[in-house]
């Protein structure tokens, strides 16, 4: 009985707040990894970005930040883009977004090819547009040269006809192909890779500006998929057929997969806007509450179980996500603050088996990875890059009996050994003082990283300048993340620091740990 009150009064100790010596409280959390099985993987290019179609004048809340950052208008030439683009050396690019069903490709017997204009009864305001070859290809050959995995969201509407007349219209008929055989066989036919072809944004369920019945769109996918098996017959390597890149609705999803079959659809894409307005007054308390965070953990347990149901041979994906909807929160999106609700839900997805997560947007609104006038990089562009860099494709199970202020998400670490930690501490008072624990102690000669670990390891910390977590300045291990003056992608250094003492997560900072020495037999199996 002795040593039963002996260990709870040390649990209890263990777990109790105590002030610091710089006035912030301290809590004191043993992490525990799992390191036997992985519960989740990703794909190697889980972190993806999108590239919208926007023009300058879409405005929202009284303001219009989108400038000249649509696929249409990007000023290709900026050195800085290629830049940030082949840092992570094979980045995803989703070419898609809202306007995505009203782009015609000119191509075959397209011959008038107008750009988007306001229009009032329009589908979001705007009047169909259009994609020129030649631009196509001078965006294809940044792609290509800076080595994108790309991902073309097709027009889903062609062919059909309104039903009614409700502010998302039902739109009935099937979809008509033809141009989008033009444009995927002219893409063929100037040797043009494609990763994957999507069907469509934003039309399934309750739709948003317009929507489409699922059965009708699982008839629609099978006709993409005959057309993508013919056009590609010659090649060594089939593109992925994706779909259908809108918000969940499981009765809508249930339908359309059953109508669509076995072996149609390789991926099915979900949208995330979980914050809500970008105009909403507390979006910036949000970002650091545990509990907003959490509101995407049914939706993703749902889809994950959905497709272990109706369709296993698929993998999910996020195909979209910015936070905060219409264009993002100024002076919230593009800073510091944002990467809490960025990186926790790359881990919360991972966690749920998606493969892909599509981050709303590469450049453009407040939510964009690069600064929409000048394309440097803003803090979550890092954010993005590192993880994409350290956190391997296999996800391990992590727990704490802590505060929920303390997110902690575990991946094998790429290509190198051991494990890489994400923690996220959301708290603005609290220092979280950790020692990470194998839940199996296998090898208690060298696993229990707290016990015996040897190796030093590497401790990436992510603070906002000047302790602003509105700044628009990311500081790595205190060095601001700035170009450098050639222009280039600044080096992600880590710090390295002895093995056996506790990791220090301080109030509104985030931390990548890569522990060397952490022998999970998942990951020891995945090599």
């Known amino acids: 009985m002795g040593l039963k009150l002996l260990l709870l009064s040390l649990l209890l100790c263990f777990s109790a707040l105590t002030p610091s010596a710089n ?174 072809w999507e069907l469509g944004n934003e039309l399934c369920g309750e739709g948003v500006s317009a929507r489409v019945e699922g059965k009708q769109y699982g008839q629609d996918m099978i006709v993409l998929r005959s057309l993508i098996d013919q056009l590609y017959a010659n090649s060594t390597k089939l593109p992925k057929v994706l779909a259908p890149g809108g918000f969940w609705d499981e009765k809508w999803f249930d339908e359309f997969l059953q109508v669509a079959g076995p072996n149609v659809v390789d991926g099915i894409t979900h949208h995330f806007y979980n914050l809500g307005s970008g105009a909403d007054p507390n979006l910036l308390s949000k970002m650091q509450d545990p509990y907003v965070l959490d509101n995407v953990l049914e939706t993703l347990n749902q889809v994950k179980l959905t497709l272990r149901s109706y369709a296993p041979w698929t993998d999910a994906w996020v195909g979209e996500a910015g936070g905060a909807y219409n264009s993002g929160g100024k002076n919230v999106s593009h800073s510091f603050v944002n990467s809490f609700w960025y990186l926790d839900q790359l881990g919360q997805a991972s966690s749920f088996d998606h493969k892909v997560y599509c981050r709303q947007s590469l450049i453009g609104g407040n939510y964009g990875l690069l600064n929409t006038t000048t394309m440097v990089p803003n803090p979550d562009y890092y954010s993005a890059l590192l993880w994409h860099r350290l956190m391997g494709t296999r996800v391990l199970s992590t727990v704490h009996g802590g505060s929920p202020n303390l997110r902690t998400y575990t991946h094998c670490s790429k290509n190198e050994t051991g494990i890489t930690m994400l923690f996220i501490n959301l708290s603005n008072s609290t220092t979280f003082k950790v020692n990470i624990n194998e839940d199996l102690n296998i090898y208690p000669a060298t696993v229990g990283f707290q016990i015996a670990g040897t190796e030093q390891r590497e401790e990436y910390h992510l603070t906002a300048k000047d302790g602003d977590i509105q700044s628009h300045t990311m500081e790595l291990n205190g060095v601001p993340l700035e170009l450098t003056d050639s222009g280039e992608i600044p080096p992600l250094n880590p710090i390295y620091v002895g093995a056996s003492s506790p990791i220090n997560i301080d109030p509104s900072t985030i931390a990548f740990i890569r522990v060397m020495d952490f022998r999970a037999p998942a990951c020891e199996s995945a090599q």
Request: with cysteine; glycine share 10%; hydrophobic share 35%.
């Open 23 to 196: 006035g912030n409280d301290e809590e004191h959390v043993t992490v525990t990894v799992k390191g036997v099985l992985s519960v989740g993987s990703t794909d190697e290019n889980f972190i993806c970005a999108t590239m919208d179609w926007w023009p300058p004048n879409k405005c929202d809340y009284n303001q219009c930040p989108w400038g000249l950052a649509s696929v249409l208008n990007l000023d290709l030439s900026n050195p800085v883009l290629p830049k940030a683009l082949k840092a992570f050396g094979d980045l995803r690019i989703r070419v898609g977004g809202s306007l995505q069903d009203q782009v015609t490709y000119k191509v075959g017997s397209v011959k008038s090819c107008p750009g988007f204009k306001k229009k009032k009864d329009g589908m979001f305001g705007f009047s169909t547009g259009c994609l020129h070859m030649d631009r196509w290809d001078q965006v294809y050959d940044l792609f290509n040269k800076s080595s994108v995995k790309v991902t073309f969201g097709l027009n889903a509407l062609v062919g059909r006809e309104k039903v009614n007349n409700e502010s998302n219209a039902l739109w009935g008929g099937a979809w008509d192909p033809s141009n989008a055989r033009d444009f995927i066989d002219y893409t063929i036919s100037k040797g043009q890779v494609i990763d994957s």
